[in-house]
């Protein structure tokens, strides 16, 4: 992405002063010399939609469901492909398909708990099961000892709670003898039922997509995946738009749609840390082999989720986090201790992303991010802090207060000179004694009160 430069600011007068007594340990050299920095515009946020589409700007965190058959065995959620698994042995998986204990509301009561506002869930994933009363395919949750609607019971709880649905459709898909497996990434051999012919298949896509757009009331979000075939359709995104006009859809389909999916903390941006040009939803799993349930599963820690979402949040992006409920249809405890300790992590820090922009061009340091609410600066110590203090360089005006609000304690403030600023011989706004071994996994966020543009002027002082 582009390069980026940095406002500079400072006051001759405050060059060489120590306003603090408390110039401990800094952060180290934050960036390039005072010098070197030259004032900017901010960089442009991604475009709105200005139409029904806009809740996706407001409703930015949202909760992301793999479930299907593969949750079963407990393997991955590419189980059949992963382990070659021929079609025929798989399907009979369908006849121990009875999640007797799933209950929608219980998602998305931890979807709540989380800090989360919708929810995404895997319609059909690659194996081609459905988790709907499609009368396209027989291999769906119909025809199984469950025999109910899962999509239908998720989308009625939705709707009564005022949660916007988004579903996921694979165009890959294992079990329809008409798409063209022929063993590439994320598809099975050629199997002995095969009839590939992909112009027919395309036509059940389209009447399983009219089934999800018409069947379930409102749907706000539409994210396809695994177009192996790179086939480029328009008018297939076009139905969509026609009959959920409020749907925002992913670039993962026939055409470039709404928003980017950077997947895993995979982002072809680099260490350009300025808002995303390109509309932008990150995903990510809570465990690290797999989407789907998995018995032994490896989980990230809380600090690299925190990390992530604060990375990717701060920075203009709405963010999924993904978790993959048992067989039973309940969420295992681990993931949702996962999701529950990220809740009160978003209750604290929330309104650094509520209402804000990305401000990170206000300061050299690219250890931090900035947003900003008016004359209100946020830090979000989104990498692991190196002391406990953090350089702000080249801002250089002192804040009314300063607030951690992970905790809700003042934080120690000083402008002054450190040693590794003498090249400019100016005063730089530092934060100080900074909690980072008490938060060692976790996100801080400190907010900056100022009584006027914290990008101008400046003012002697310590707090």
């Known amino acids: 992405m582009r390069r980026r430069d940095f406002l500079k600011t400072g006051s001759a007068a405050l060059a060489g002063a120590a306003v603090s007594s408390r110039a401990g340990a800094a952060r180290g050299d934050a960036g390039p010399p005072a010098a070197a920095v030259r004032q900017t515009a901010p960089a442009a ?41 021929p079609r025929r042995e798989y399907a009979q998986l369908a006849a121990q398909w009875n999640p007797v204990a799933f209950d929608p509301d219980e998602w998305l009561d931890l979807m709540r708990d989380a800090g989360m506002s919708y929810v995404c869930v895997t319609a059909k994933h690659h194996d081609g099961f459905c988790l709907w009363d499609t009368k396209l395919t027989p291999f769906n949750t119909m025809n199984t000892p469950f ?22 459709y694979s165009i ?90 950077p997947e895993r903390d995979v982002d072809a941006a680099g260490e350009d840390l300025g808002p995303f040009s390109k509309r932008t939803e990150a995903c990510q799993s809570v465990g690290v082999e797999s989407w789907g349930y998995r018995r032994d599963e490896s989980y990230y820690t809380d600090r690299h989720l925190l990390r992530s979402i604060d990375t990717y949040r701060a920075r203009d992006a709405n963010y999924l986090l993904n978790v993959g409920p048992k067989p039973d249809g309940t969420i295992p405890a681990v993931p ?25 061009d206000l300061t050299a340091n690219r250890s931090v991010l900035l947003t900003r609410k008016g004359h209100t600066l946020y830090v979000h110590l989104h990498r692991d802090p190196v002391s406990d203090s953090v350089k702000l360089k080249p801002l250089a005006r002192a804040p009314k207060r300063a ?25 730089y706004l530092r934060l100080t004694g900074l909690p980072a071994n008490e938060f060692a996994n976790s996100v801080m966020v400190v907010r900056l009160d100022f009584d006027g543009d914290p990008s101008s002027g400046a003012r002697a002082g310590s707090g």
């Open 45 to 85: 946020l991604a475009p709105r939609f200005g139409d029904g589409r806009d809740w996706w700007f407001q409703k930015r965190f949202g909760l992301f469901v793999h479930w299907g058959l593969y949750a079963i065995n407990g393997f991955h959620e590419q189980e059949q492909w992963r382990r070659r698994v």
């Open 147 to 168: 025999g109910r609607d899962i999509l239908r019971m998720l989308a009625d709880a939705c709707h009564r709670r005022g949660v916007p649905l988004c579903v996921y």
């Open 172 to 261: 890959a898909d294992w079990n329809h003898p008409n798409y063209p497996n022929r063993g590439r990434h994320h598809e099975l051999p050629p199997q002995a039922q095969d009839q590939p012919d992909f112009s027919r298949y395309l036509e059940f896509v389209r009447g399983q997509v009219r089934e999800l757009c018409t069947d379930y009331g409102a749907i706000s979000g539409f994210w396809w995946d695994m177009n192996v075939e790179q086939h480029a359709d328009p008018s297939m995104n076009a139905m969509i738009r026609r009959l959920q006009p409020s749907a925002v859809i992913n670039d993962r389909g026939f055409d470039p749609g709404d928003f980017g999916t």
């Open 336 to 360: 949702a201790g996962i999701l529950r300790r990220i809740g009160r992590w978003c209750a604290a820090v929330g309104e650094s992303f509520d209402g804000t922009h990305p401000a990170s």
């Open 403 to 427: 607030t951690l609000l992970n905790t809700g304690r003042p934080v120690a403030w000083a402008l002054d000179m450190a040693p590794s600023d003498h090249a400019e011989q100016a005063a």
